[in-house]
């Protein structure tokens, strides 16, 4: 695992997550976020160590609405520009 720019073919997310960021506290949805994040080029982003979830990229992006979205994802263990969402926010 590199600290790279993220580069994302496929966004996966857990039915949890995907009910997580859709709540009033995340205002967003799972197809909101993967609108923006799925080959795009990504920016800004940094790399942030959990010692539970490991190595996770915040990224800062723009839905199709316009709004800005905060995004957390990890990279897919062996399985090239595939990543899981771990949470998303709009940005108010």
Known sequence: ???????????????????????????TSYSEVRNAVRLRRLGP??????????????????????????VIMAEVEDEEDVWVLRSAWRRR
């Open 1 to 27: 695992m590199t600290r790279h720019r993220p580069w994302v073919a496929e966004l996966l997310a857990h039915p949890k997550v995907k009910a997580k960021i859709s709540d009033d506290k995340h205002g």
């Open 45 to 70: 982003y940094d790399w942030h160590w959990h010692d539970e979830l490991g190595w996770r990229v915040f990224v800062e992006v723009a839905a199709e609405s316009g709004l800005r979205l905060l």
